[in-house]
């Protein structure tokens, strides 16, 4: 299947609220179900990613487009962006957020950071992801970062491959115990991929 890159639009939305949940694996479910009864997740990050001022903004989204449509995403910002906002205070649960914290205090200084990186199973090993992480590089080289950094579930051993593959790095250990509505076992790790 062919494939080309494209800068995401408003339009995207909600395809790229469904990839930030397909990517991380259950943390944004965790964090945001419940918050307004009768609207899912995949809603309200449909609803930040349109109005673009957020980091999980269109804005910072590149999107895989094949002649059946969009197929992928990657979601990447500075590194500073990736905290717990004043929103999340307000509106997040304060025993799950608390439960996730550690993963907000772990970032590297001059990093792009990559918040999301998900292809679908049509353009797996067809050179998508690595094509992606590619474009956050340069995007990292040309905007003066370091390094690219993500964060990666331990128990998610085929995303944790792909990203020693393409030359990153596990650099801290994150414990986030496993939870009902959140079935991971090992936490997290942050990965780096230095530029040079």
């Given at each position: 299947?062919?494939?080309?890159?494209r800068?995401?639009?408003?339009?995207?939305?909600?395809?790229?609220?469904?990839?930030?949940?397909?990517?991380g694996?259950?943390?944004?479910?965790?964090?945001?179900?419940?918050?307004?009864p009768?609207?899912?997740p995949?809603?309200l990050?449909?609803?930040?990613a349109?109005?673009?001022?957020e980091?999980?903004?269109?804005?910072?989204?590149l999107?895989?487009?094949?002649?059946?449509?969009?197929?992928?995403?990657l979601?990447a910002?500075?590194?500073?962006?990736?905290?717990?906002?004043?929103?999340?205070?307000?509106?997040?649960d304060?025993?799950?957020?608390?439960?996730?914290?550690?993963?907000?205090?772990?970032?590297?200084?001059?990093?792009?950071?990559?918040?999301?990186?998900?292809?679908?199973?049509?353009?797996?090993?067809?050179?998508?992801?690595?094509a992606?992480?590619?474009l956050?590089?340069?995007?990292?080289?040309d905007?003066?970062?370091?390094?690219?950094?993500l964060h990666?579930?331990?128990?998610n051993?085929?995303?944790?491959d792909?990203?020693?593959?393409n030359?990153?790095?596990?650099?801290t250990?994150?414990?986030?115990?496993?939870?009902?509505?959140?079935?991971?076992?090992?936490?997290?790790i942050?990965m780096?991929h230095?530029?040079?």
């Amino acid at each position: 299947m062919t494939f080309e890159i494209r800068l995401a639009v408003p339009s995207d939305a909600s395809f790229i609220a469904d990839h930030l949940c397909r990517a991380g694996g259950g943390l944004m479910e965790f964090l945001l179900a419940d918050i307004i009864p009768d609207v899912v997740p995949e809603q309200l990050l449909a609803i930040n990613a349109t109005e673009g001022d957020e980091a999980m903004s269109y804005k910072n989204a590149l999107v895989v487009d094949t002649e059946n449509g969009p197929k992928g995403l990657l979601l990447a910002y500075s590194f500073d962006e990736f905290n717990i906002s004043k929103q999340m205070e307000m509106f997040v649960d304060r025993e799950r957020l608390d439960h996730v914290r550690e993963l907000y205090t772990h970032r590297l200084e001059n990093s792009y950071y990559v918040h999301a990186l998900s292809v679908d199973d049509s353009l797996q090993g067809q050179g998508a992801g690595r094509a992606l992480l590619d474009l956050a590089y340069e995007i990292a080289q040309d905007e003066g970062f370091d390094s690219v950094s993500l964060h990666v579930w331990r128990d998610n051993e085929r995303a944790f491959d792909l990203y020693q593959k393409n030359g990153f790095k596990p650099v801290t250990d994150i414990r986030i115990d496993r939870h009902d509505r959140l079935p991971h076992d090992g936490g997290m790790i942050l990965m780096k991929h230095e530029l040079g």
